[in-house]
């Protein structure tokens, strides 16, 4: 079963996790995990994803259907 996960973050969601990439101390995973939201919510597709974040493709899906 394949199913497609679609991401559409609020504003200030979006504001959120542009935030925590842009400085301070957070920890690797969930810095991993907004940038994964981010480019989702961009339209990029799985792959693309998986390929530029450096994760496995089943990392990409589970986070967005965690979200």
């Known amino acids: ?3 497609r996960y679609r991401v559409e973050l609020s504003q ?3 504001d959120e996790l542009t935030a925590m990439l842009g400085g301070g ?3 690797a995973r969930k810095l991993k995990r907004a ?3 981010l480019a989702a919510d961009r339209g990029r597709r799985d792959e693309e994803i998986a390929r530029t974040v450096s994760v496995s493709l ?7 259907r965690r979200f």
């Open 12 to 14: 200030a969601e979006r």
């Open 35 to 37: 940038q994964i939201l």
């Open 1 to 3: 079963m394949n199913v």
């Open 25 to 27: 101390k957070h920890a």
């Open 58 to 64: 089943s990392t990409v899906g589970r986070t967005k």
